[in-house]
T-cell receptor, first 112, second 113 residues
Framework: DGGITQSPKYLFRKEGQNVTLSCEQN?????MYWYRQDPGQGLRLIYY???????QKGDIAEGYSVSREKKESFPLTVTSAQKNPTAFYLC???????????FGDGTRLSIL | AQSVTQPDIHITVSEGASLELRCNYS??????LFWYVQSPGQGLQLLLK??????LVQGIKGFEAEFKRSQSSFNLRKPSVHWSDAAEYFC???????????FGGGTRLMVKP
């Protein structure tokens, strides 16, 4: 079955630590996205990539970094510079910017 | 800049009753419009989309939505709600010029037995 796989489902970060969230898709989609979801605030775009080896900042990129070395993979690193990282993180992909986005099941990040 | 407003944060309906979730957008031309549903702890699933053509679009799970240009609205409807419809619903807009999706804040639907 084609889809998007996010791992791990739950992740804990210590103060001052960087953590990386995995996102893999086998839909052959060119575009991939990372969103942050906080209660009552809907989804906010962190980073997006329209093609391999290229990515752009979204609305809330500070404290985050990404890479897009392969078409199927778009990992997100939450750095120690992100002072409030506790949230639900969703990865999505689409054929292009104007097509519906398909979502993974998310990673919930908490601070120890 | 485009924006999406879902005026109702919470809605409670009885099982079997009809449902309408409101969505208003702000954008100058005709956007691409989407409704997604999210169950607790899960990702978002696409219910339906509007790109052009017939303003009444049918989606999965018995949902439909109507695009009304004059009201800048794209409300989601279902004639008879089932207990399994309890979830959070998000409206989203894309301005079809290559920009990203903008999501509304979501409406949480609760279904009474």
């Amino acid at each position: 079955d084609g889809g998007i796989t996010q791992s791990p489902k739950y992740l804990f970060r210590k103060e001052g630590q960087n953590v990386t969230l995995s996102c893999e898709q086998n839909l052959n989609h060119d575009a991939m996205y990372w969103y942050r979801q906080d209660p009552g605030q809907g989804l906010r775009l962190i980073y997006y990539s329209q093609i391999v080896n290229d990515f752009q900042k979204g609305d809330i990129a500070e404290g985050y970094s990404v890479s897009r070395e392969k078409k199927e993979s778009f990992p997100l690193t939450v750095t120690s510079a992100q002072k409030n990282p506790t949230a639900f993180y969703l990865c999505a992909s689409s054929r292009d910017n104007n097509q519906p986005q398909h979502f993974g099941d998310g990673t919930r990040l908490s601070i120890l | 800049a485009q924006s999406v407003t879902q005026p109702d944060i919470h809605i409670t309906v009885s099982e079997g009753a009809s449902l309408e979730l409101r969505c208003n957008y702000s954008y100058g031309a005709t956007p691409y419009l989407f409704w997604y549903v999210q169950s607790p702890g899960q990702g978002l699933q696409l219910l339906l989309k509007y790109f052009s053509g017939d303003t009444l679009v049918q989606g999965i799970k018995g949902f439909e939505a109507e695009f009304k240009r004059s009201q800048s609205s794209f409300n989601l409807r279902k004639p008879s709600v089932h207990w399994s419809d309890a979830a959070e619903y998000f409206c989203a807009v894309n301005n079809n010029a290559g920009n990203m999706l903008t999501f509304g804040g979501g409406t949480r639907l609760m279904v009474k037995p």
